[in-house]
């Protein structure tokens, strides 16, 4: 069967069993979101909310669509808003990485930069200002906001949730990590719908506020947040496990070499909460445990697979530890 675009390709994304050494108990899925279109998970929610906002005559062909994101969320609404034709702005900030803007800009929506730091030395109170001014200076504009927009959310109850359902037999735990909180809240409403005894785990990565963790800078793109997402309200977590940027390079590796998964960050993220969780657990019986790996590395070469980059990162971290320790 033909299809007419690319973008009607989104989602049934496969799952790969991997093989946990550390505990022989576990089996772990991962869902593997770099298989759409655009590269990552946040083509359901840019593919769903258009999808919606057209049905429901919110939007009309003359909407400009405005969001603040410098991330996937940005590639993927640049992608379906020209699929759509739509125009996109995408407000950014100085930290989006070359490869994105690139991305972004390539499917023919304008960039906005920011670069005056907001009270709390980072961009996002700034972002949002810059967006309150677009929504007054441009007529029929809508601004997506995918930290407070319930189709958010409804986006990966409808596809991604469904089909790990639909993938895995039997689901006992289900890690993911978190940012505006979409995935996790419509994953887990699914979830515990379909096995109201999985537990869901969120994982954030230190530095991160969302799950009211002390605030510090962070460089590792598409998780965490430096704010708590509204639409998290609507989640249903259970426990949630903090990682630092080592942790996580060195999960990235693993992922790399043990199982030729070339990951993104927050995949590496995952992998490191899940080896956490478990390694202060005891097991006494076979587990399915379901892993969301959201994007691959391709966008983390002057990061996770930069050697200078992660040298500093553990040297970075290696100081912080000892100031802690001798104050
Ligand atoms: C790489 C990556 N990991 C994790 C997430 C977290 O997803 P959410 O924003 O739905 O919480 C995102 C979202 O942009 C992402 O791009």
């Given at each position: 069967m033909y299809i007419s675009n690319i973008f009607e390709k989104v989602g049934n994304t496969p799952?790969?069993?991997i093989s946990m050494e550390d505990n022989c108990h576990i089996t772990l899925y991962a869902k593997l979101e770099a298989y759409n279109p655009t590269g990552s998970v946040k083509d359901r929610a840019a593919h769903y909310i258009l999808k919606k906002l057209k049905q429901s005559k919110t939007i009309n062909s003359d909407t400009t669509i405005i969001e603040s994101t410098s991330g996937n969320f940005g590639v993927a609404l640049s992608a379906y808003c020209k699929y759509h034709e739509l125009k996109f702005i995408a407000v950014v900030d100085p930290n989006i990485t070359l490869m994105n803007e690139n991305l972004i800009r390539s499917s023919g929506a304008e960039i906005i930069k920011v670069t005056q730091p907001d009270k709390y030395g980072g961009y996002l109170l700034t972002r949002i200002e810059k967006i309150n001014e677009l929504k007054k200076d441009i007529e029929n504009s809508y601004w997506v906001n995918q930290y407070e927009n319930p189709l958010n959310a409804a986006a990966y109850y409808h596809t991604l949730a469904r089909e790990i359902c639909y993938q895995v037999d039997e689901i006992e735990y289900i890690f993911m990590g978190v940012s505006s909180g979409?995935?996790?809240t419509g994953v887990s409403q699914k979830i515990k719908e379909n096995y109201p005894n999985a537990k869901v785990?969120?994982?954030?990565?230190e530095g991160s506020v969302i799950f009211n963790n002390p605030p510090k800078k962070r460089f590792i793109p598409g998780i965490?947040?430096?704010m708590v997402p509204k639409i998290l309200s609507a989640a249903s977590i259970d426990e949630v496990v903090m990682v630092d940027e080592v942790e996580t390079i060195d999960a990235c590796y693993e992922l790399l070499e043990k199982h030729s998964i070339f990951s993104g960050g927050s995949s590496g993220s995952v992998l490191a909460g899940?080896?956490?969780y478990f390694s202060q657990k005891e097991l006494y019986q076979p587990v399915n445990v379901v892993?969301?790996?959201p994007d691959r590395g391709e966008r983390y070469y002057d990061t996770i697979?930069?050697?200078t980059w992660c040298k500093n990162i553990r040297e970075k971290l290696e100081k912080e530890r000892k100031q802690i320790v001798t104050p």
């Open positions: 799952i790969v069993s979409g995935t996790i785990i969120a994982v954030d990565v965490g947040s430096s899940i080896k956490k892993a969301i790996f697979y930069n050697e």
